[in-house]
């Protein structure tokens, strides 16, 4: 597969292949299957640029799929530090508060509050690569042989018939768009390092947590022929010394009838495991010093149950992408007064699935409207707005993507950078900052890790 032709007619063979072999459900028709390697990738990517080519052409033999020379992990395993491939490119233009109006349709929210209220606030705006690398081969093949089988349970809120796939690579909700998103590739078993710093409005730095987090991926797991989980983590606490030895962890279930119970924490004062059921919805997490909730971690967090989701369709907009200067940065680099350094970030003009949540008659949130934007070669997330019950923007998130191209290539977006413009701090979060690790392949947990009753064993005073 590695000339384009020959992708597309791979993807094609096996797309016809199965469009004539009966499928249930609301499955994608016939004629829209064939369009996976014809028009779209198994992620649904349009693989044809836009019209004056600012958008190239996905070409799988330009995708980021192995490491450039130089590149050396602190964890053999992989991981930080990344060579920044790109590093030599120059800025096409900036976008600022003085020509925002001829870009406006292309920049969000978030983007558009900050530059209207910071005159140095940018985006530097480079050549547009998309670096994401195609799915591994069993990924691949479960997505294009499995096409139809994946659908929805509850209302959406509930995955169902899925397994190590793209489930919606042809989106017709936005529930199907965030479970692409809920559920996008990674290595089953990984496990990393990383930092959260509170920044104030002076400019002020604030140690959050330091953290190391082990993280079960199982819906990606090849060895299984189906699963129950999108996700199991466990949280281990280091720093600052308030939570050190402290512990949280979290299930994110593919069905709300599976379990109900999936959040716990440890604290090692009372040496005792909690159920932690407020560790959901709009409660405030502590986590990211209190700047966002807890469904807003990662862009989006658990049940998808209290809003209607709304696919808007695939748009242009200029998003942080490549953003390998944004990952390696030390703490003190990336610092302004309000705003993240706007040399240190590094922005292309992609094509998104842009989702936006109205909360539900009834039910009740600090954020009643979501607008989140996710990348069409890889289903992660690129940016997150949410508006206050006055429809007033009030948190936004700038997700640092890039490629780790280690042992098995894939779009990495753990680090984020968290605006809430009514206090108007920020966050720099999920970051390896100087001599932290970030994420690496480890081998398969033990059955029992991810248990409360191995949280309690493993804690200490």
Request: avoid cysteine; glycine fraction near 8%.
């Amino acid at each position: 597969m590695g000339e384009k032709m020959n992708y597309k007619k791979y993807l094609l063979s096996i797309a016809v292949s199965y469009a004539f072999a009966g499928q249930g459900f609301a499955a994608p028709s016939a004629d829209e299957i064939k369009q996976i390697g014809s028009t779209l990738t198994e992620f649904g990517a349009t693989i044809a640029g836009n019209s004056d080519g600012s958008i190239p052409a996905y070409d799988p033999a330009k995708a980021l799929t192995k490491p450039p020379a130089g590149y050396s992990p602190r964890q053999a395993a992989g991981g930080f530090p990344y060579v920044d491939p790109y590093a030599g490119e120059k800025p096409l233009f900036s976008i600022t508060s003085k020509n925002l109006a001829q870009y406006a349709d292309k920049v969000d929210d978030g983007n558009k509050a900050l530059l209207a209220q910071y005159p140095d606030y940018r985006l530097d705006v480079y050549p547009t690569h998309r670096s994401a690398p195609p799915l591994p081969k069993f990924a691949h093949d479960n997505t294009l042989n499995n096409i139809a089988k994946p659908h929805l349970e509850g209302e959406g809120t509930g995955l169902a018939d899925a397994h190590a796939q793209v489930p919606f690579p042809i989106p017709k909700t936005g529930n199907e768009a965030m479970w692409n998103f809920v559920v996008r590739f990674f290595r089953p078993y990984e496990s990393g390092n990383f930092a959260t710093y509170l920044i104030d409005s002076a400019g002020e730095k604030t140690l959050v947590t330091d953290s190391t987090v082990f993280y079960e991926h199982e819906y990606w797991d090849p060895s299984k022929t189906s699963s129950d989980y999108a996700n199991r983590l466990v949280n281990n606490n280091k720093a600052p010394a308030a939570k050190s030895g402290s512990k949280d962890m979290r299930y994110t279930p593919l069905r709300l009838d599976i379990k109900s119970d999936s959040a716990w924490s440890y604290s090692p004062g009372q040496r005792r495991v909690r159920l932690a059921p407020e560790f959901k919805y709009d409660t405030v997490s502590a986590q990211y010093g209190g700047l966002i909730t807890f469904d807003e971690i990662t862009g989006f967090d658990g049940k998808q149950d209290r809003f209607e989701f709304k696919l808007i369709g695939k748009k242009e907009m200029y998003v942080p992408y490549n953003t390998y200067r944004t990952a390696s940065a030390k703490l003190d680099e990336l610092v302004k007064s309000g705003f993240v350094n706007p040399d240190k970030v590094r922005w292309e003009l992609h094509r998104v699935w842009e989702v936006e949540a109205t909360l539900k008659s009834g039910q009740r949130h600090t954020n009643p409207k979501k607008r989140f934007y996710l990348d069409e070669d890889s289903w992660n997330m690129a940016m997150y707005n949410s508006y206050d019950a006055a429809g007033k923007l009030h948190h936004s998130q700038n997700f640092v993507l890039f490629v780790g191209y280690d042992d098995v290539p894939m779009m990495r977006s753990e680090g984020v950078l968290i605006y809430d413009h009514s206090k108007r701090n920020y966050a720099l979060a999920s970051l390896p900052f100087d001599t932290r690790t970030g994420w690496y392949a480890v081998p398969p947990f033990s059955p029992n890790l991810l248990s409360p009753s191995a949280m309690a064993g493993a804690g200490i005073r």
